[in-house]
């Protein structure tokens, strides 16, 4: 075969297998019989094997799985990927409507979608072609698992327009997969996988693309984070467009008038839910137009726009054979109960927690009783109540001891706290976990320094406090079990690149109380370095916008300690980075020169002249941030016709207010 006739039969057999790929995987309406899709996908892998240069990044050849990785790329969302706040009644669904009504008024309506139980991950297009697949990782930084991505038929590789976008959606293994997956590791003597979120989490963060494709997963796409400049103005006309594009979408989904009809859509899916050939663990709903979500706006964690309904946790009966102690990191005693295990939203359960004593004596939990076991969110195994009919009169009540498990310290309560607190800072429970802690995804992210070679470290006092990590060698790591000369480098290098991390990870890391990983990188971001945040006065904490006093008082008392000083100073010793590395939002010249910049802004009442959409961009263009309510950190009110309750509260505040005139006077 020539090259020209090589070409035109590529093109040829790409087009085929892209139409019958879309059929099958999308349309679910197939046209040939797979024997013919396979036939003509191998003469298309022969005809590239002998002319190489002639595949291309979005050839259907290129789903069979490439190149084993080393490991996956970082990548940050230039727009995050917010969680969605939850509900678990219909209270709390009328509650979300009742919000919504008061922003947007009487005219909006729901599109209700199924919560499809996977993976959330973001696909990015340039000019048609698709470039990037990630996931969500924590909202604003994810792991580039594009080839992985490429394994799944219903993905297009390419667009029938030349757009530039970015969607996102949910990818999971269906039903079918998932059995078929199962039985493999069975015969293999292999532990099965729980669930089949946790089979599809697993098989994208495959290295090698090949074990991906082989897991059959499919997708389904639920939002437009970038429409490359495509006026879309609701949810529903995005997700038709969607269709219009090749992608997958759901098509149980449903637009409702009000809440009533959410409710009846909820209802009819907690009954239909079994039926379905892929796993769903509640309902989505989401306000449709587009210009309601601006209103709304976001929480830091989730849309105020939408909302994800839980279906009914499982309810399970099981024996509970005793009630075990641990010593977290902050020094809370929890108990746990240890159970017969029992299967539970499709795992198998043997613990689950107590949370504390008061808890323990309001459920009348006893050793030996019948207890009835869900799943919390799906999630968190916890205690419903005791069968107190199946009683025999052998189960031993529960004392909460007055003195530390772990290192004979008397607990205490404070702050008028429920739980049981041990204060000794040598604890060694305490520092144990606070390695673990230090170490985690969301911290210093030390791949390999999981849970048990921590207790081991640990164990064999190789590490006594976090500094004691960087100071670790290899003919040390190499005398623990189960650690070869392969598995010790590429744990001293993990820890030696640690080192590089940005300062919000290193704080989130040192576990000061109240802060976690959101407040530790606006903390870092606000003040650069260790030394300017370690100097910060109460009143320097308070001004910024997302830190309360709690959290600022526990931060000056943390950096007053003589032995958080010492450890800083031995961990900069050791290398470590003390400085804010990470990304910042651009600043124009026009915004930082603005009355708006850095200030808190409330708009109030009915505007004349502006929406209150348009006055929003506005402000927040040129570097302001518009909030939904007022508080003692509103630098400024806009109040427009009859402002009602945040007006009166700014002026019992003493905050500045403007009518729409100066706004507009210094918008102009």
């Not at 009644?89 to 509650?95: F, G, S, Y």
């Not at 306000?287 to 309601?292: E, G, I, L």
């Not at 050793?367 to 076991?373: L, P």
């Not at 799943?375 to 419903?384: C, L, Q, R, S, Y």
């Amino acid at each position: 075969m020539d090259r020209q006739t090589a070409e035109n039969r590529i093109e040829e057999l790409r087009n085929l297998l892209n139409q019958y790929s879309h059929e099958y995987y999308v349309l679910d309406q197939p046209s040939v019989p797979d024997s013919e899709y396979d036939r003509l996908l191998n003469e298309l892998i022969q005809i590239e094997a002998e002319f190489p240069d002639l595949i291309t990044p979005d050839s259907p050849s290129q789903r069979v799985g490439g190149q084993v990785l080393d490991m996956f790329q970082k990548v940050t969302h230039e727009i995050p990927m917010l969680s969605l706040g939850n509900a678990f009644n219909e209270a709390d669904m009328r509650d979300f409507d009742r919000k919504v009504r008061q922003a947007v008024g009487d005219q909006y309506e729901y599109v209700c979608e199924l919560k499809i139980d996977g993976l959330a991950v973001s696909l990015k297009y340039e000019n048609g072609l698709f470039v990037q697949g990630s996931t969500r990782g924590d909202g604003t930084t994810g792991e580039d698992i594009t080839a992985n991505l490429k394994t799944i038929h219903s993905i297009p590789l390419r667009l029938p327009q030349s757009l530039s976008i970015e969607v996102r959606g949910e990818a999971y293994m269906p039903k079918q997969s998932f059995s078929k997956l199962n039985e493999q590791k069975e015969e293999n003597g292999e532990e099965p996988f729980a669930n089949p979120r946790n089979a599809a989490a697993g098989s994208l963060r495959q290295l090698d693309p090949k074990i991906a494709a082989s897991r059959k997963l499919d997708i389904f796409l639920y939002s437009i984070s970038n429409t490359g400049g495509v006026e879309i103005t609701s949810h529903s006309e995005g997700l038709d467009w969607l269709d219009s594009l090749g992608f997958k979408t759901n098509p149980e989904r449903r637009t409702c008038s009000n809440m009533d009809e959410v409710l009846e859509y909820i209802s009819s899916w907690v009954e239909k839910r079994p039926h379905l050939p892929y796993e769903i663990d509640g309902i989505v709903i989401k306000v449709n137009s587009y210009a309601h979500h601006e209103i709304l706006g976001t929480t830091v964690k989730s849309p105020r726009w939408s909302i994800a309904y839980k279906f009914p946790a499982e309810e399970v009966v099981t024996t509970l054979l005793d009630i075990e102690l641990n010593v977290g990191r902050t020094g809370v005693v929890t108990p746990t109960a240890i159970l017969q295990p029992v299967k539970v939203a499709g795992t198998t359960v043997g613990r689950a927690t107590l949370h504390n004593e008061d808890l323990i004596r309001e459920k009348d939990i006893r050793i030996g009783d019948k207890v009835v076991i869900k799943k919390a969110g799906d999630i968190i195994p916890e205690v419903v109540n005791v069968i107190l009919d199946q009683r025999t009169g052998e189960e031993e009540e529960f004392h909460m001891p007055t003195h530390c498990p772990e290192c004979e310290s008397e607990l205490v309560r404070l702050d008028e706290e429920v739980a049981l607190r041990c204060i000794n800072p040598k604890c060694p429970a305490q520092i144990r976990e606070g390695l673990i802690h230090f170490v985690s995804r969301n911290a210093m992210n030390i791949d390999g320094l999981g849970e048990k070679v921590i207790s081991q470290l640990f164990a064999e006092k190789l590490v006594e406090d976090v500094a004691d990590l960087y100071r670790l060698e290899k003919e040390q790591l190499l005398r623990l079990e189960r650690m070869g000369e392969k598995s010790v480098s590429n744990l001293l290098q993990a820890i030696e690149n640690s080192k590089g991390n940005s300062l919000e990870r290193l704080l989130f890391g040192l576990g000061i109380r109240h802060v976690g990983a959101k407040a530790a990188k606006t903390l870092a971001m606000q003040f650069e370095t260790m030394d300017r945040l370690a100097a910060a006065t109460l009143e320097e904490l308070t001004a910024i916008n997302e830190i309360g006093e709690k959290m600022a008082d526990s931060i000056v008392t943390f950096f007053q300690q003589e032995e958080v000083s010492e450890l800083i100073q031995e961990l900069k010793d050791l290398g470590l980075n003390m400085v804010y590395t990470g990304t910042r939002p651009v600043v124009s010249a026009e915004e930082s020169q603005s009355v708006f910049f850095g200030k808190t802004i409330v708009l109030t009442g009915k505007l004349e002249q502006l929406t209150r959409n348009e006055a929003k961009e506005k402000i927040e263009a040129l570097g302001g941030n518009v909030a939904g309510s007022v508080s003692k950190k509103t630098d400024l009110v806009i109040a427009g016709e009859d402002a009602g309750s945040k007006l009166k509260k700014a002026q019992e505040l003493g905050i500045t207010v403007w009518n729409e005139e100066k706004l507009v006077e210094e918008l102009s």
